[in-house]
């Protein structure tokens, strides 16, 4: 996906959340029932045609925050604001209609979420017959319109589920999210299970979505680099709740928390790693104060007794920490990946026609074979 | 125990599984070595043969596998073991780390018990007390903090994190010649991933253990890999020193592979590799790579499928035809080492 930094446009975001909560009570009675706060007073926008990457720790709550963006969980606290209507409460139709359909969700694996027993063109068309758009043969339409766009061929309708690749899969789950024509589409681990190469052509074929259709992604993913490559701008979370967020690159160049330190300092060469202690504290019973202080290498008193607000630091820039910018990296190791050099080849010249490369910015069309 | 420094060795080994839709060929024709010390990282997209090779090494294939070819381990071939030596084989000379560590440990046992366990597998004379004794200093060796304790919990009691440290002790106590790990830290966070690394590196290089990885992470492989393999469909496309493969790959494949990676160029579109990897059902004449490679002539389809040395290019191979062609014949097929 290629984030093009201009086509971000800035009268009023698609989605604004505002000190977003969700609590899981877990087991036991009465008093001793716990509560896990997965999310916690967590607040941020996705403009239009943006990409804003949601990254952090197993269990941090990146899940649950798309899970409640979307109106999967009914929020313990806080409101979501989406496309200029405050969606918090809705429910039934206006649930359907003002949320689900403008708003879609992209599974991490695309195995267990498609019904095995159902074709392709019958898992395409089942949101516009949940959403009553079009008629029969409009619905057929719009599911060759939607394959041809993802870059698979039409036939592909009658098809099952087991019969495709992990990436043809993907391509269907994507799909699926774009049929009801959203604004808003968020993106749960996608290329998780896929290898680099078949990553490659689903993040490609998102960011020329993006550019074709304007639509915003929220990306959650445990890949660094990836994240990096993709998004405009990145939220980092950490035990529920959120440590920054910053424009990607200055997020990896010049982090202003400890924790977005430690997940820059990966980039880097291991001597210049900042690999934090310990692990990372249940969320049953987070540390008082900040969350991550547990963990971070200049925490200080003030650390166990103040809860670090979120607070603006810079235009577009929020960080929650008490000593933010403290913990610098070596910037003179601050890398990306360099390229591999030319291959230089000892037999005679070719003496056929290499393959055709596909031309630039146009979305591979995989039928049969992907 | 060998004339040679290798304590692995595959020697032209091929895996076929007879399935109903013909005779699957996991693994062509793949050689390569690993000296004893070295960490080798055996690299390749989803399928390419990585696992195989490390279940063809501890002869935990599925039933009916048939293996052509050879592997030596410490220069004893393997394919005779039975019985009581295959086990002696599995629990002491070569171990595996597997991916999830959920699924390596019994959930109904203590930690101490399954430790003890394998400590006592590995050398029977050893008593109870001191197998005891041996699993507590390698929880802590692997750096689980109050051993002791740990000792007595259940697998479900500890973290992902912590869990895969286990798994690792569990294999060390066996003090095993050989570490076989199969995406080690596939299933952990980044920064849990960099602790668990940092670990292996740390048994490498104090207590000697050889270690091989297959993973396809390439900053996994960059990060701790002395040498790395490249895998494709099954067969082996390069091999060579991990900084040296990575800065100048000498198979089109191994290019390609890196540069579909993302974090070169924020930003830019990602370079994705046209096309997918031939089934293990099909026959495969020539070189596996050639469908998709961009830079096949009609010398491709004749390749053999083997990797040979580059001249002027110590510890590195290629099977690639157009990089080898014309610096060393492909019939020059035993290895330097
Ligand atoms: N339905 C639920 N009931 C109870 N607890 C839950 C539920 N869903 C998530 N949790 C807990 O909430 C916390 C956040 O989980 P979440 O799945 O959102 O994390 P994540 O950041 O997506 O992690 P990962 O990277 O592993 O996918 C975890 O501690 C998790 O165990
Ligand atoms: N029991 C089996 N029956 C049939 N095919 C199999 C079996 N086990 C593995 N394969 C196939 O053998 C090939 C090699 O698989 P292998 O698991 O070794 O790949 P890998 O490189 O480890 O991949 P990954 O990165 O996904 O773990 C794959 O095409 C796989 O589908
Ligand atoms: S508030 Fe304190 S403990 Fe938390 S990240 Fe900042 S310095 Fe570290
Ligand atoms: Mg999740
Ligand atoms: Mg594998």
Same mark, same amino acid.
């Given at each position: 996906?290629?984030?093009?930094?201009?086509?971000?446009?800035?009268?009023?975001?698609?989605?604004?959340?505002?000190?977003?909560?969700?609590?899981?009570?877990?087991?036991?009675?009465?008093?001793?029932?716990?509560?896990?706060?997965?999310?916690?007073?967590?607040?941020?926008?996705?403009?239009?045609?943006?990409?804003?990457?949601?990254?952090?720790?197993?269990?941090?709550?990146?899940?649950?925050?798309?899970?409640?963006?979307?109106?999967?969980?009914?929020?313990?606290?806080?409101?979501?604001?989406?496309?200029?209507?405050?969606?918090?409460?809705?429910?039934?139709?206006?649930?359907?209609?003002?949320?689900?359909?403008?708003?879609?969700?992209?599974?991490?694996?695309?195995?267990?979420?498609?019904?095995?027993?159902?074709?392709?063109?019958?898992?395409?068309?089942?949101?516009?017959?949940?959403?009553?758009?079009?008629?029969?043969?409009?619905?057929?339409?719009?599911?060759?319109?939607?394959?041809?766009?993802?870059?698979?061929?039409?036939?592909?309708?009658?098809?099952?589920?087991?019969?495709?690749?992990?990436?043809?899969?993907?391509?269907?789950?994507?799909?699926?999210?774009?049929?009801?024509?959203?604004?808003?589409?968020?993106?749960?681990?996608?290329?998780?299970?896929?290898?680099?190469?078949?990553?490659?052509?689903?993040?490609?074929?998102?960011?020329?979505?993006?550019?074709?259709?304007?639509?915003?992604?929220?990306?959650?993913?445990?890949?660094?680099?990836?994240?990096?490559?993709?998004?405009?701008? %990145? #939220?980092?979370?950490?035990? &529920?709740? +959120?440590?920054?967020?910053?424009? !990607?690159?200055?997020?990896?160049? @010049? $982090?202003?928390?400890?924790?977005?330190?430690?997940?820059?300092?990966?980039?880097?060469?291991?001597?210049?790693?900042?690999?934090?202690?310990?692990?990372?504290?249940?969320?049953?019973?987070?540390?008082?104060?900040?969350?991550?202080?547990?963990?971070?290498?200049?925490?200080?008193?003030?650390?166990?007794?103040?809860?670090?607000?979120?607070?603006?630091?810079?235009?577009?820039?929020? %960080? #929650?920490?008490?000593?933010? &910018?403290? +913990?610098?990296?070596?910037?003179? !190791?601050?890398?990306?990946?360099? @390229? $591999?050099?030319?291959?230089?080849?000892?037999?005679?010249?070719?003496?056929?026609?290499?393959?055709?490369?596909?031309?630039?910015?146009?979305?591979?069309?995989?039928?049969?074979?992907? | 125990?060998?004339?040679?420094?290798?304590?692995?060795?595959?020697?032209?080994?091929?895996?076929?599984?007879?399935?109903?839709?013909?005779?699957?060929?996991?693994?062509?024709?793949?050689?390569?070595?690993?000296?004893?010390?070295?960490?080798?990282?055996?690299?390749?997209?989803?399928?390419?043969?990585?696992?195989?090779?490390?279940?063809?090494?501890?002869?935990?294939?599925?039933?009916?596998?048939?293996?052509?070819?050879?592997?030596?381990?410490?220069?004893?071939?393997?394919?005779?073991?039975?019985?009581?030596?295959?086990?002696?084989?599995?629990?002491?000379?070569?171990?595996?780390?597997?991916?999830?560590?959920?699924?390596?440990?019994?959930?109904?046992?203590?930690?101490?018990?399954?430790?003890?366990?394998?400590?006592?597998?590995?050398?029977?004379?050893?008593?109870?007390?001191?197998?005891?004794?041996?699993?507590?200093?390698?929880?802590?060796?692997?750096?689980?903090?109050?051993?002791?304790?740990?000792?007595?919990?259940?697998?479900?009691?500890?973290?992902?994190?912590?869990?895969?440290?286990?798994?690792?002790?569990?294999?060390?106590?066996?003090?095993?010649?050989?570490?076989?790990?199969?995406?080690?830290?596939?299933?952990?966070?980044?920064?849990?991933?960099?602790?668990?690394?940092?670990?292996?590196?740390?048994?490498?290089?104090?207590?000697?253990?050889?270690?091989?990885?297959?993973?396809?992470?390439?900053?996994?492989?960059?990060?701790?890999?002395?040498?790395?393999?490249?895998?494709?469909?099954?067969?082996?496309?390069?091999?060579?020193?991990?900084?040296?493969?990575?800065?100048?790959?000498?198979?089109?494949?191994?290019?390609?592979?890196?540069?579909?990676?993302?974090?070169?160029?924020?930003?830019?579109?990602?370079?994705?590799?046209?096309?997918?990897?031939?089934?293990?059902?099909?026959?495969?004449?020539?070189?596996?790579?050639?469908?998709?490679?961009?830079?096949?002539?009609?010398?491709?389809?004749?390749?053999?499928?083997?990797?040979?040395?580059?001249?002027?290019?110590?510890?590195?191979?290629?099977?690639?035809?157009?990089?080898?062609?014309?610096?060393?014949?492909?019939?020059?097929?035993?290895?330097?080492?």
């Amino acid at each position: 996906m290629n984030p093009d930094r201009r086509t971000v446009s800035h009268d009023g975001p698609v989605l604004r959340a505002s000190g977003l909560a969700k609590h899981f009570r877990m087991g036991g009675l009465g008093r001793s029932r716990k509560v896990l706060k997965a999310v916690d007073g967590v607040s941020l926008e996705i403009g239009r045609g943006e990409t804003l990457g949601l990254v952090g720790e197993s269990g941090s709550g990146k899940t649950t925050v798309g899970r409640t963006l979307i109106r999967l969980y009914p929020p313990t606290a806080g409101t979501v604001e989406f496309e200029g209507r405050d969606i918090t409460r809705s429910s039934g139709a206006r649930l359907r209609q003002d949320v689900r359909r403008r708003m879609s969700m992209v599974f991490q694996n695309p195995s267990t979420s498609l019904n095995p027993y159902m074709r392709l063109g019958e898992a395409l068309t089942e949101p516009l017959v949940v959403h009553r758009i079009g008629d029969a043969a409009q619905r057929r339409s719009r599911v060759a319109e939607m394959l041809e766009l993802v870059g698979l061929d039409t036939s592909m309708a009658d098809r099952y589920p087991q019969e495709l690749s992990g990436g043809q899969r993907q391509r269907i789950g994507i799909a699926r999210a774009l049929i009801t024509d959203p604004s808003l589409i968020i993106a749960d681990e996608p290329t998780a299970s896929l290898d680099v190469s078949v990553q490659a052509q689903i993040v490609n074929l998102l960011g020329d979505l993006q550019k074709e259709l304007g639509l915003a992604y929220l990306f959650i993913t445990h890949d660094l680099a990836l994240v990096r490559q993709i998004s405009h701008r %990145v #939220a980092v979370m950490y035990l &529920g709740r +959120l440590m920054e967020t910053a424009p !990607a690159d200055a997020l990896f160049t @010049e $982090p202003l928390h400890p924790y977005s330190a430690v997940l820059a300092s990966m980039h880097q060469d291991r001597e210049h790693r900042i690999v934090p202690r310990g692990e990372i504290p249940s969320p049953m019973s987070p540390p008082s104060g900040c969350v991550f202080r547990t963990r971070c290498p200049i925490a200080r008193e003030q650390c166990a007794e103040q809860v670090p607000q979120l607070r603006e630091a810079a235009p577009g820039r929020s %960080v #929650a920490c008490h000593f933010p &910018g403290e +913990l610098k990296l070596d910037t003179a !190791a601050a890398s990306v990946r360099p @390229e $591999p050099a030319e291959l230089t080849f000892t037999d005679v010249p070719p003496t056929t026609a290499p393959p055709r490369p596909v031309p630039a910015g146009s979305v591979p069309h995989t039928g049969e074979k992907e | 125990m060998s004339d040679t420094p290798d304590i692995l060795r595959l020697d032209r080994v091929g895996v076929g599984l007879r399935t109903p839709g013909g005779t699957a060929d996991l693994l062509r024709n793949v050689s390569f070595s690993v000296a004893r010390g070295e960490i080798v990282a055996l690299a390749g997209e989803s399928g390419s043969g990585k696992s195989t090779a490390l279940l063809a090494v501890l002869r935990l294939l599925a039933p009916g596998a048939q293996v052509s070819g050879s592997i030596l381990v410490d220069g004893k071939d393997i394919a005779p073991l039975r019985g009581r030596e295959l086990r002696a084989f599995r629990s002491r000379t070569a171990r595996m780390v597997f991916q999830d560590p959920w699924r390596a440990l019994h959930p109904m046992h203590s930690i101490g018990r399954q430790l003890t366990e394998s400590a006592r597998a590995a050398d029977p004379t050893l008593s109870k007390e001191a197998a005891r004794t041996l699993a507590g200093d390698m929880l802590a060796r692997v750096g689980i903090p109050d051993p002791g304790t740990r000792l007595r919990s259940y697998p479900h009691e500890v973290s992902g994190g912590q869990l895969q440290r286990i798994v690792i002790a569990m294999a060390l106590v066996a003090s095993p010649s050989l570490l076989l790990c199969d995406e080690p830290t596939t299933a952990l966070d980044v920064t849990t991933q960099a602790q668990i690394l940092e670990l292996l590196q740390e048994l490498n290089r104090d207590l000697g253990i050889t270690v091989v990885l297959a993973t396809h992470d390439l900053d996994v492989i960059a990060d701790i890999a002395d040498r790395l393999v490249v895998m494709y469909a099954g067969s082996v496309a390069e091999e060579g020193p991990t900084g040296q493969v990575m800065a100048r790959p000498e198979h089109p494949y191994t290019r390609s592979l890196l540069q579909a990676a993302p974090g070169r160029r924020p930003g830019e579109r990602l370079r994705a590799i046209a096309g997918r990897p031939p089934s293990p059902l099909e026959v495969i004449e020539g070189c596996p790579f050639a469908a998709r490679c961009e830079h096949r002539t009609s010398i491709c389809a004749t390749a053999p499928n083997t990797t040979v040395p580059i001249a002027g290019e110590p510890g590195r191979r290629s099977a690639c035809v157009r990089v080898t062609a014309g610096t060393a014949p492909p019939s020059a097929e035993r290895r330097s080492g």
